[in-house]
């Protein structure tokens, strides 16, 4: 799965983000920050927080989103939006020395030098004249009761309990896939086939800039999103934002605009969020609040796109990568969700004496390269089991290319697998690996749905999955033993498959030869790839966003020494 990286880099403070402070050689009248920091409070601060750093219900005047906003632009632009857009209540209804004064605040809070002439003489200090009568409530108390009535709704949130979480109300969407089956079916009837025809837009909301792969989750009627460096509470009903938590990240991370998270998790009333910075963190639910913060990846080139899943006070999540430049591959990690604490960590590359640990061609560990977990896990609360889908490797060749030792295969585990882990310890319980030796990047890295179908005559607990090539395998769910596929029709690489292992057999005119390029279908974009299938369990059909598309693939041949030091060596020429 070819996705845009991440460089790591410590996150940075605001005042450090930056060599030149954004307002650095301007000046203002210190008696001017003074009045306009009181002004501030009295008109601002209860939306863009007490220190300009972001509040509830508005982004902060101050650090790198800010600054990547206004930089470049006279800081009277920001006057005179300021004049012209706010409060929002009643735009321009302050006095202009009020404006002047907090636009000399925000200068000097984003690195302006004190020196400037006191304009409390020059600045007259009345209301504006803007033609129009003046408000029969004061905007103040207009904001007041707007605020009043957002906490109320977000003090009614109830906190979520383990039983909510297996069990979630209709009106509810609590897990990425709405529940824990990851089946993306709502039992909710009001729309049906006599009214639908009838349905209008409600409201709208502009998302702030992300790759926007994120579900939204929905509890008492709140909605939780998050996209890029932002998170957003709106109101269901209406769209009205009721707080937001923007994330301060470095340059280096883009402010989020590459981050691709699939979910958020909640829990008790706890937001969980993984961050374009590759941390995670707990936010409360009622004012956006940041509870705690956990570094995830440190200074591996790995990023968070999965999107977390709480079982039984854990927050599970797992890593990818979008290179072959973090020797070892992925994991699938379990942090306390009260404290941020790491609990436990799964490799999603055996390791030598596990379960498939000698199937990498011989090569060691750190040369084997893959294994992302690009989607949001499952989970059976009967059989206390996690389900993961596993993705490919990134150095095709470690698999290809002669090693100086044969390991037992070159299958290249857990890649194109299904792992089944226990949600206490993070112990492999089985896995099932759905195409041997991936080297055409065909990910089987997606939802794994739970269901109990009819197999045999007889009812089965089962895990669907399918990857790029849209083929769906059945498995048991206690064992991982395979049952049967379901192939689609969209692909030209796999030529049979096993009735009774499920081992796919792949067209060897297709094999990656050096020099040579081949026709593949599907294209490295899948038949099938992120936006997720749905589950009818009365019908037991299967809901499948499709896409038709081929690709030209060729290997680029290279040493072992190159391949083990990190590279793609699979092209895709248009």
Request: net charge neutral; with cysteine; glycine share 10%.
């Amino acid at each position: 799965m070819r996705k845009s990286g991440f460089v790591a880099i410590a996150v940075l403070t605001a005042s450090s983000a930056h060599a030149q402070a954004l307002y650095a050689s301007e000046t203002f009248a210190e008696a001017d920050a003074e009045r306009g920091q009181a002004a501030f409070a009295r008109n601002c601060g209860l939306c863009h927080g007490a220190d300009l750093s972001a509040g509830p219900f508005a982004g902060a005047l101050k650090g790198p989103v800010f600054e990547a906003k206004w930089r470049g632009q006279p800081s009277q632009a920001v006057l005179a939006f300021t004049q012209a857009r706010m409060p929002p209540a009643s735009p321009g209804s302050l006095s202009s020395g009020d404006y002047s004064d907090i636009h000399a605040y925000i200068l000097k809070v984003n690195g302006a030098a004190p020196g400037r002439a006191d304009t409390a003489v020059t600045a007259t200090r009345e209301a504006p004249n803007t033609g129009r009568p003046p408000p029969t409530v004061p905007a103040d108390a207009r904001a007041r009761a707007v605020l009043d009535a957002r906490t109320a709704k977000l003090n009614g949130l109830t906190p979520v309990t383990d039983a909510m979480l297996r069990n979630p109300s209709d009106a509810d969407w609590l897990n990425w896939r709405r529940d824990y089956a990851a089946q993306g079916f709502s039992a909710l009837k009001q729309i049906d086939r006599d009214n639908v025809a009838r349905l209008r837009p409600a409201w709208s909301w502009n998302l702030p800039p992300s790759q926007n792969e994120g579900t939204p989750l929905v509890h008492d009627g709140v909605m939780f999103m998050q996209s890029g460096a932002v998170v957003q509470a709106l109101d269901a009903a209406t769209g009205e934002r009721l707080w937001q938590y923007v994330r301060p990240l470095a340059p280096a991370f883009n402010d989020g605009r590459a981050a691709r998270a699939k979910s958020l998790a909640i829990s008790g009333t706890r937001l969980l969020v993984p961050t374009a910075d590759k941390h995670m963190i707990a936010l409360d639910v009622r004012s956006g609040a940041l509870i705690w913060d956990h570094d995830v990846v440190g200074a591996d080139a790995l990023q968070l796109n999965s999107g977390p899943i709480v079982v039984r006070g854990k927050v599970i999540v797992g890593a990818a990568l979008n290179v072959a430049k973090s020797p070892g591959g992925c994991f699938i990690v379990a942090l306390d969700v009260e404290t941020g604490r790491e609990v436990w960590r799964f490799n999603t590359i055996a390791r030598p004496g596990q379960p498939g640990g000698d199937s990498w061609n011989g090569a060691p560990v750190d040369e084997r390269f893959g294994g992302g977990v690009w989607t949001s896990g499952s989970y059976d609360a009967g059989r206390n089991l996690l389900f993961f889908g596993i993705g490919n490797t990134y150095d095709t060749g470690t698999l290809l290319l002669p090693q100086p030792r044969r390991g037992e295969s070159n299958d290249g585990l857990y890649t194109a697998s299904t792992v089944a882990v226990d949600a206490d310890t993070g112990r492999l319980a089985w896995f099932y690996q759905h195409m041997q030796r991936d080297v055409w990047d065909q990910d089987w890295a997606f939802e794994q749905t739970l269901a109990t179908l009819p197999v045999g005559g007889k009812p089965r607990d089962v895990v669907i999955t399918a990857g790029k090539l849209a083929i769906f395998d059945v498995l048991d769910r206690a064992t991982g033993q395979y049952l049967f596929s379901k192939d689609l029709g969209l692909q030209n690489l796999v030529t049979a498959i096993d009735p009774v292992t499920g081992h796919k057999t792949t067209d060897p005119a297709l094999e990656p030869e050096a020099g040579k390029t081949w026709i593949v279908c599907p294209s490295t974009t899948g038949a099938r790839s992120w936006p997720a299938t749905s589950l009818d369990p009365t019908t037991h059909i299967v809901y499948v966003p499709m896409t038709e598309s081929c690709m030209q693939y060729s290997f680029t041949p290279r040493t072992p020494a190159e391949v083990a030091a990190g590279g793609v060596d699979i092209r895709y020429p248009n």
